[in-house]
């Protein structure tokens, strides 16, 4: 018996009485809290060195704890409530950010015989899960009674509706070329395909879904709900200590499972150009780690958009070129 | 003020939404570089007043100098656009040396020149940085600072401070400069120019750059007249008025360079023309260096400058208003002596025209200091500029015509 | 010198009743005239095809309590960006009736400049469309720049907000990490208290 039906009948056998999946998910969640962690650190580290800076180098070697430091200090915070917030709405909205942001990972393959929960509309799950992350921010921004967090919110709730539109319709030419909407199928699609990756076939799809992955979790060049210039920290102006830290982690999450999502649908998943013996997700991660410096690479170079114009850019640019990448990919599929 | 915070009050407290939006941008702000406060009434994100108020840094320095010696007025300069000091310094002697009919060696002018350029491009510098950190690209800021960080080294080894450095006085200069300060500047002006096309790589292709710069508060160089901006604010709207080619003082009518002038009058326009006189201050300064080496063991001071008298141990925080004509007694030492009269200097600073308006009855003391700050003007041509725009682009507005709020509130 | 006096010349052709004074010092000149014209004169050294004083340089006013009767003098420096030429317009105010006219119809750029005349020196300027205090808070009693403000306020003097501060910050310096403020402030206090014990001790004996 090979390993891998003795994994499966493990699986099997445990899903059904102790319940494998809420390991697996507490696996997952930790794994990815270390990375988002680490996010952090690396973020500080390579926009350091992009500014000729060394970056935090005092905890620990090579100043390896300092996100375990940050943490230590938000938490240790005082959690200030301001006077005039709407308390509960208040409260609340940190975790909607973080938990809608979080909770996509559960239909997230990081390899084939690794995912919380199979389920086969998972690409919707997860549309729909990343624009209910920006329903934490509308209600921060509403609740915190804050002229910054108002405009902060009016301006998250904007920028993440015209971009969910142009990123679903991203979505859908690689629906279109998998036949499926369950990731697994659509990575088994890839190496099936000509190319192995529908990055190249899908080349503006690819593109439009980055622009609109970075304008979905609020980072630069669209970071206007959080316009530092503008707005101060717009919709968590108010926010202190461990609930500040909570949108921090959501953004993160949100950039992490954005980018995981295309790693899976567009640049072959957890197949690489030769196996990795014994990290069946080697190239997972790899993927991973490059499309995540890619989101602070593009951080430290660009400027920021204007209101107006990144509205521009969603309804007028980015939501044409999606439609006319879908009419393409139906005519290809058609004549092939 | 008061009507303005009980509608706020009311939109939070009670949730009715009647009257306009108001946002209270400042004292406290990221962009407003420094504490200027802004009252926004904004429709929107579009800004349909804009209400700037100023005197949160205000120290008196206009009254104080009243009852201070020259001499020691000069140090106050220092504190107004402490961006650029040795510029304020150069002003205020420029205007005491007229007072006093003194004439200045020729060496001390030339050092006065580097000096000034010298400021003119860290001052600069440090606006790319702050404008571009405001729009967003804040990779551009800290390539600033590396290069102005050189230059205030350059500073600290002329005069031993970096930041208000009351290098000139009233007759010169304070010191000579040595053999290896010339060295280090002649190193800079070489490696300087490799570094503007640096920043400029970095933003001046950028689309989204172009995109929040070009065609934003666009000023007509008559209504930028009108609305009394000078320096590059106003060469950006195509005024070629510049105080170092007009009314030259110093040796600038020795100095071959340009007088950068764009003729769009938007941010974009201003961005260029301070990149272009940061080229332009690097060749004056070349020449200035060039010259420097014809002038060698010539005094840098004048013979009857007036003394910096000190007070020795501290000075006890008097009960009542000091004496008007006496002020401090120095230790019973005579303090010079300034003759009757008036005098209105304007010198070029990085930020725009710096006037110094001394009248002088004939005493140690002034009896009137008036100080005409630019920031304080473009502060004031602020809302004529942004009302209409993006809440956004007033960032932009407020960065492209380069306030210091030292140099506003005095 | 010669370019310099061809203003002067126009202003008195043109003003020849209102000129009062001309006076030169280091070269520079000056003209004060009569305050109820300066609109007028302004309008025309702005507008006049050869003098062209387009740049309000600067807007100021000078005490001479004490030394001259007409307490206050608004200055104008004028400069001609065309023609390179300045020339400075005083306007003698005195000090029973502040006013002046406003220039803020021929140079916008006067219109803070005037409000900062008006908050230091308490002159008022008539037909300014917006006369508030700009530097000085706007509760602030007085005019700062005028030479019988003292330098040095009294405490009961001093700004009423400014004292609610200092109160408040004395009351939470008790959330201080490093109380030493607060220390000192009670040993004065105990030390004053026995000071007044031992006087009214002194009393009583006495």
């Known amino acids: 018996m090979d390993a891998k039906t003795l994994y499966d009948a493990a699986d099997h056998f445990l899903l059904k009485y102790t319940g494998l999946s809420l390991i697996k998910g507490l696996v997952l969640v930790v794994i990815t809290l270390l990375h988002v962690a680490y996010a952090t650190y690396a973020e500080r580290k390579v926009i350091g060195r992009m500014q000729q800076r060394i970056g935090p180098n005092r905890v620990g070697p090579r100043g390896l704890l300092q996100p375990i430091a940050d943490v230590l200090k938000l938490l240790t915070k005082e959690d200030i409530t301001p006077d005039c917030v709407d308390r509960p709405v208040f409260m609340i909205a940190p975790f909607i950010s973080l938990v809608a942001g979080a909770t996509s990972l559960a239909v997230i393959p990081i390899w084939q015989n690794f995912v919380v929960a199979n389920v086969n509309c ?54 279109m070329l998998a036949g499926s909407l369950n990731l697994i199928d659509i990575v088994k699609a890839q190496i099936n395909s000509p190319f192995k990756m529908f990055a190249i076939p899908q080349i503006i799809g690819f593109f439009v879904f980055m622009v609109a992955a970075i304008a979905e979790t609020n980072r630069t060049p669209f970071d206007l709900p959080e316009a530092e210039s503008e707005l101060v920290a717009g919709y968590f102006v108010e926010y202190s200590a461990m609930r500040f830290a909570l949108f921090y982690l959501a953004e993160y999450f949100g950039m992490i499972v954005m980018s995981m999502v295309a790693v899976i649908c567009f640049l072959g998943g957890w197949y690489g150009p030769f196996p990795i013996p014994g990290i069946p997700f080697f190239w997972f991660l790899v993927k991973l780690y490059f499309l995540i410096f890619f989101y602070i690479w593009v951080r430290a170079t660009l400027p920021r958009y204007r209101y107006d114009q990144v509205m521009g850019l969603g309804w007028k640019i980015l939501i044409p070129l999606a439609l006319l990448n879908i009419v393409i990919t139906g005519l290809i599929k058609v004549l092939a | 003020m008061a009507p303005t915070l009980e509608i706020i009050k009311k939109q939070q407290t009670e949730d009715i939404w009647d009257e306009p939006y108001f946002v209270n941008m400042g004292p406290q702000h990221p962009a407003t570089h420094g504490v200027l406060r802004l009252f926004l009434e904004l429709n929107g994100e579009t ?76 001052s600069h510098l440090l606006w790319l940085a702050t404008h571009a950190l405001d729009i967003g690209a804040m990779t551009v800021f800290l390539y600033c600072f590396r290069d102005r960080e050189w230059l205030l080294d350059i500073f600290e080894m002329m005069c031993g401070a970096r930041l208000t450095v009351s290098y000139p006085r009233i007759g010169g200069v304070r010191m000579d400069v040595t053999p290896e300060i010339i060295d280090e500047l002649y190193k800079f002006t070489e490696e300087f120019p490799k570094r503007i096309p640096e920043y400029e790589t970095l933003i001046d292709v950028n689309r989204i750059w172009l995109k929040r710069t070009k065609g934003i508060a666009v000023v007509s160089g008559q209504e930028a007249v009108n609305l009394g901006l000078t320096g590059p604010s106003l060469r ?19 100095l071959d360079f340009e007088v950068a002038v764009e003729f769009e009058g938007d941010v974009y326009a201003r961005y260029r023309v301070r990149m272009k006189e940061m080229r332009e201050a690097n060749k004056i300064i070349r020449q200035c260096l060039d010259k420097l080496s014809g002038t060698e063991g010539e005094p840098v001071l004048a013979e009857n400058a007036p003394d910096l008298l000190m007070p020795f141990g501290k000075i006890k925080r008097p009960q009542a208003a000091p004496h008007p004509k006496k002020g401090y007694v120095v230790r019973g ?78 | 010198m010669g370019e310099d006096m061809l203003a002067v010349e126009k202003l008195k052709e043109a003003f020849g009743g209102d000129i009062i004074q001309v006076t030169e010092c280091a070269g520079q000149v000056a003209v004060i005239v009569r305050r109820d014209r300066i609109v007028d004169i302004l309008r025309f050294l702005h507008d006049d095809g050869e003098l062209l004083f387009d740049h309000l340089a600067d807007l100021t006013a000078v005490d001479w309590s004490g030394k001259k009767t007409p307490r206050f003098e608004v200055v104008y420096n004028l400069f001609s960006i065309r023609y390179k030429r300045y020339l400075r317009i ?31 020196f308490g002159i008022i300027f008539e037909g300014h469309p917006d006369l508030r205090r700009l530097i000085m808070p706007e509760d602030w009693q007085g005019h700062p720049l005028r030479k019988d403000y003292p330098l040095f306020l009294e405490e009961d003097q001093e700004w009423p907000v400014y004292q609610e501060v200092k109160k408040k910050a004395r009351e939470l310096a008790v959330y201080d990490w490093y109380p030493m403020l607060l220390e000192k402030e009670k040993a004065e206090e105990a030390a004053q208290a026995e000071a007044e014990a031992q006087e009214a001790g002194h009393g009583t004996n006495a």
Request: charged share 20%.
């Open chain 1, 122 to 175: 998972a690409l919707l799950v997860i549309l729909a899960l990343s624009s209910l992350s920006s329903f934490g921010v509308i209600l921060a921004g509403w609740g915190s009674n804050s002229r910054y967090s108002f405009l902060g919110g009016l301006r998250a709730s904007a920028q993440v509706i015209s971009y969910e539109i142009a990123m679903a319709l991203a979505l859908v030419g690689v629906m």
């Open chain 2, 47 to 122: 800004i349909v007043r804009c209400d700037p108020r100023i005197g949160y840094l205000h120290r008196g320095v206009e009254k104080l100098s009243e009852f201070r010696t020259y001499a020691q007025d000069m140090l106050l300069t220092d504190r107004l656009d402490y961006i650029a000091s040795a510029a304020n310094n150069v002003g205020y002697c420029l205007a005491v040396e007229k007072l006093m009919g003194l004439e200045v060696p020729r060496r001390a002018q030339i050092l006065r020149v580097i000096a000034c350029e010298m400021a003119r491009i860290a």
């Open chain 2, 236 to 254: 950006g709207s195509g005024v070629p008025y510049d105080l170092r080619r007009s009314v030259p003082y110093l040796i600038y009518d020795e």
């Open chain 2, 333 to 410: 030492v005579e303090l010079p002596v300034v003759p009757e009269g008036e005098v209105y200097v304007a010198t070029e600073v990085p930020k725009g025209e710096l006037g110094f308006y001394i009248v002088s009855d004939g005493t140690g003391h002034p009896w009137r200091m008036r100080i005409r700050a630019p920031s304080f003007v473009h502060i004031s041509a602020i809302p004529a500029m942004c009302e209409g725009q993006m809440v956004a682009d007033l960032i932009a507005v407020i960065g492209s015509v380069d306030i210091v709020l030292g140099e506003c509130d005095r």
């Open chain 3, 90 to 120: 005083k306007a003698q105010v005195p000090e029973e009736d502040p006013r002046i006219d406003s220039v803020t119809c021929i140079w916008k750029t006067a219109n803070w400049l005037e409000r900062e005349c008006y908050d230091m």
